[in-house]
Nanobody
Framework: VQLQASGGGLVQTGGSLRLSCAVS????????MGWFRQAPGKEREFVAA????????YYTDSVKGRFFISKDNARNTVDLRMNSLKFEDTAVYYC????????????????WGQGTQVTVSS
């Protein structure tokens, strides 16, 4: 299973970005797809996830109402739409896949993309 993340970049505070994750191999509709981020000097943290079979979504509190995760089962892709970006959203963002339900811990995710940098200028 391979995950390819794209869409990062530099944006001003209050701006928007869309990240995309393309999944090849495996059985996409059996996964929970997640987005995580890691800022310099900090641990990798959960951002959002979506069940590819039901579409149920999960968000960490700090991004609720600003970030929106979506999926396309026909294209095997998962997007993260990020609005009203803040300086503290600056991080490397990773997409990941797991067959385990109910976990927001990176250790429970089996497959990872390479990461894409998101920089929000203040």
């Amino acid at each position: 299973v391979q995950l390819q993340a794209s869409g990062g970049g530099l944006v001003q505070t209050g701006g928007s970005l869309r990240l995309s994750c393309a999944v090849s191999g495996g059985a996409f509709s059996t996964y929970v797809m997640g987005w995580f981020r890691q800022a310099p000097g900090k641990e990798r943290e959960f951002v959002a996830a979506i069940r590819t079979n039901t579409g149920r979504t999960y968000y960490t509190d700090s991004v609720k109402g600003r970030f929106f995760i979506s999926k396309d089962n026909a294209r095997n892709t998962v997007d993260l739409r990020m609005n009203s970006l803040k300086f503290e959203d600056t991080a490397v963002y990773y997409c990941a896949a797991t067959v385990k339900y109910g976990s927001n811990w990176p250790v429970d995710y089996d497959y990872w993309g390479q990461g894409t940098q998101v920089t929000v200028s203040s």
